[in-house]
């Protein structure tokens, strides 16, 4: 008998908010969401654990709730609903502009992947899951802008085992706070039906640009050369299989998180900021570098600026809200015997820097400014996601994730990470590196953490 194909699409549409509920509005973006125009989009995979449901059952109730609750959050979300405007003079500032009858593209689809695989901790094939994600929609070109759609939808049915929900959304749309408070109201919607307990209970987004720096708003449009960036031809990344990479989970517990630190905290006692994200980036940093044949790596993450801004931002301002810290180093300083504890003082200093900045988190430096100083680097990677936002809370009636997925870092070889489904003090790292680099690196992490104890 002929194999089922890895996957089969059973329907395409479009949601909108409810007729006459958002009336059309443009969202100008600030430097804070200039910064990642040209970056990739940010991929997410929930898989959800449903043995008994038929595929009956999937299409007939389970996906009409998911497009009515979707249709209610985009009332109050109205940029997933509508498209990112690039002009082609960079004196006039990108917006999320929403009109009547723009739409998200929802996908419908089969797979026979095997779902107990895929959402398993160990080494997975990353094209696999590439199935599983949506695209955006194809840019268009305006006469004077180009259209780019910021949001899709991508709905898959395993039989006998469950179903996951993909997203992707452009990166300048929003960080993932305000994505994070999205599938929130979402999922909330979908529970009771109505936006009656999200609306009592839940945290409505402020649209207001209290972000207000229009100086720093140019320098980011300059150095990104966006007259050239989105031209006519311009489409967003996309990521394609077959690939070498895979891609794996590991749990850092509590007790292991605090080792780290004990560790750090007596070998480096003047360090001036030492915690549980630092020295877990650290970690992951030192292990890589091992397992790979580099000069020259920088290793960045965001820190969200909400309550870092004198005054504060509100925590529900929507948008991308977070600045860059980043370090570079030479990879021979990462692999020694000291490997981990000079990642954890890279960061723990760049970090301290930052903070204690006299201009703050904001500044009129354009954030890749003199990091390729000490020469080009081979390897360029990130930190997406943070244990503050509890993901794998997010219940849309059958309970919570089985596994969640950041997809996106598969382009450029960086780590996510979330607290765990069983343990919020427990910490949970999604690593994609080639099949080759994996084999060496999980060695090396797990005989890192021997030291610890």
Not at 307 to 336: H, Q, W
Not at 396 to 421: Q, V
Request: proline residues 7%; contains cysteine; negative net charge.
């Amino acid at each position: 008998m002929a194999s089922l194909p890895i996957l089969t699409v059973l329907d395409h549409s479009h949601v909108s908010p409810p007729p006459a509920t958002v009336a059309d509005a443009s969202l100008p973006l600030t430097f804070f969401d200039i910064l990642w125009l040209t970056f990739s989009p940010v991929h997410h995979l929930f898989f959800y654990e449903l043995p008994s449901v038929s595929k009956t059952h999937f299409i007939e109730d389970i996906v009409p709730n998911l497009k009515q609750s979707l249709s209610i959050t985009l009332q109050h979300f109205f940029p997933f609903t509508g498209n990112l405007i690039v002009f082609s003079s960079p004196t006039r500032k990108p917006e999320i502009r929403y009109v009547d009858g723009d739409s998200v593209a929802f996908t419908i689809a089969e797979s026979a992947l095997d779902f107990d695989d895929l959402t398993g901790n160990h080494p997975r094939d990353c094209g696999k899951f590439y199935h599983l994600i949506p695209l955006l929609p194809e840019a268009t070109k305006e006469s004077d802008h180009v259209k780019i759609p910021v949001f899709s939808v991508q709905v898959t049915f395993f039989p006998n085992s469950g179903i996951s929900i993909g997203m992707t959304n452009h990166h300048s749309l929003g960080d993932a706070s305000t994505r994070f408070c999205f599938l929130k109201a979402w999922t909330s919607i979908a529970r009771s039906g109505s936006d009656e307990s999200f609306l009592a209970n839940g945290t409505l987004p402020i649209f207001d640009r209290v972000v207000n720096y229009p100086k720093i708003d140019e320098l980011y449009l300059k150095n990104l050369e966006i007259e050239t960036t989105f031209n006519k031809d311009y489409q967003p990344p996309r990521l394609s299989a077959p690939t070498d990479k895979v891609r794996a989970t590991f749990i850092l517990t509590r007790t292991v998180i605090n080792r780290l630190k004990k560790w750090v905290s007596t070998e480096l006692p003047t360090l001036p900021y030492v915690s549980s994200f630092t020295v877990l980036c650290a970690y992951i940093w030192s292990c890589i570098a091992k397992s790979r044949n580099d000069e020259l790596e920088i290793f960045g993450f965001s820190v969200d600026c909400r309550a870092r801004i004198d005054p504060p931002i509100p925590a529900a301002y929507f948008g991308n809200c977070v600045a860059l810290c980043m370090s570079i180093a030479k990879t021979d300083l990462l692999t020694g015997n000291d490997g981990f504890l000079n990642a954890a003082k890279l960061h723990g200093e760049n970090l301290h820097k930052m903070l204690t900045d006299k201009d703050g988190v904001v500044n009129d430096k354009w954030p890749f400014g003199g990091l390729l100083s000490q020469g080009t680097p081979t390897t360029m990677m990130g930190v997406a996601g943070t244990p503050k936002l509890k993901f794998y809370e997010l219940d849309y009636g059958w309970g919570k994730p089985r596994k969640h997925e950041t997809i996106s870092i598969d382009y450029n070889d960086s780590i996510s990470l979330s607290a765990c489904k069983e343990s919020n003090e427990d910490l949970e790292i999604g690593v994609c590196l080639s099949a080759i680099e994996m084999e060496a690196f999980i060695p090396i992490f797990n005989k890192g953490l021997e030291a610890c104890f």
